[in-house]
T-cell receptor, first 115, second 112 residues
Framework: GAVVSQHPSRVICKSGTSVKIECRSLDFQATTMFWYRQFPKQSLMLMATSNEGSKATYEQGVEKDKFLINHASLTLSTLTVTSAHPEDSSFYIC???????????FGQGTRLTVV | GNSVTQMEGPVTLSEEAFLTINCTYTATGYPSLFWYVQYPGEGLQLLLKATKADDKGSNKGFEATYRKETTSFHLEKGSVQVSDSAVYFCALSMDSNYQLIWGAGTKLIIKP
């Protein structure tokens, strides 16, 4: 149990378009999900905390209008990169927390390339 | 602020060699410490953790001891296998809401 599925695993898009990344908890309900971004050879940086049914909490320096997060159900959170630019190219990873467990479960990550 | 520093990779070893991946941290207070592993094409998985000083986390032959005096949480394994090839991340958490601060990751390559 405790599987988190992230889709797509890779996406290439044109500059100016929007891209949606999905994070699903397949066999448990996740009241909290996290979105991270990782640049090459750097740490994972927390972008935002997503709570089901409420607005996401963004970390300092993360543009909430550019990185739209929706957590409409207990099993799905989405990250939409709006008007993507080449500097948004990165590896995005989500994680989900299961009530009563002291660890987070991670998706496989999404490699976004904006050309 | 809080941060995690781990040794740069890639680390290349032969099968059955002894492994150490260094991890040190800076934190105000008493963090929980974690090692996560990411196998090729898969998501991050919790490998082991320690929640207080002198605790030793262990799993799949890997061990790490929470050393408060040296602010370290080095990952060790006595005899690595080809299947251990992966990227290993050290991380800390200051609270119970699962927000993690990550090291940059160390790629481990084990040659037969």
């Amino acid at each position: 149990g405790a599987v988190v599925s992230q889709h797509p695993s890779r996406v290439i898009c044109k500059s100016g378009t929007s891209v949606k990344i999905e994070c699903r908890s397949l066999d448990f309900q996740a009241t909290t999900m996290f979105w991270y971004r990782q640049f090459p050879k750097q740490s994972l940086m927390l972008m935002a905390t997503s709570n089901e049914g409420s607005k996401a909490t963004y970390e300092q320096g993360v543009e909430k209008d550019k990185f739209l997060i929706n957590h409409a159900s207990l099993t799905l959170s989405t990250l939409t990169v709006t008007s993507a630019h080449p500097e948004d190219s990165s590896f995005y990873i989500c994680s989900a927390c299961r009530d009563g467990y002291t660890e987070a479960f991670f998706g496989q990550g999404t490699r976004l390339t904006v050309v | 602020g809080n941060s995690v520093t781990q040794m740069e990779g890639p680390v290349t070893l032969s099968e059955e060699a002894f492994l150490t991946i260094n991890c040190t941290y800076t934190a105000t207070g008493y963090p929980s410490l974690f090692w996560y592993v990411q196998y090729p094409g898969e998501g991050l998985q919790l490998l082991l953790k320690a929640t207080k000083a002198d605790d030793k986390g262990s799993n799949k032959g890997f061990e790490a001891t929470y050393r408060k005096e040296t602010t370290s949480f080095h990952l060790e394994k006595g005899s690595v296998q080809v299947s251990d090839s992966a990227v290993y991340f050290c991380a800390l958490s200051m609270d119970s809401n699962y927000q993690l601060i990550w090291g940059a990751g160390t790629k481990l390559i084990i040659k037969p």
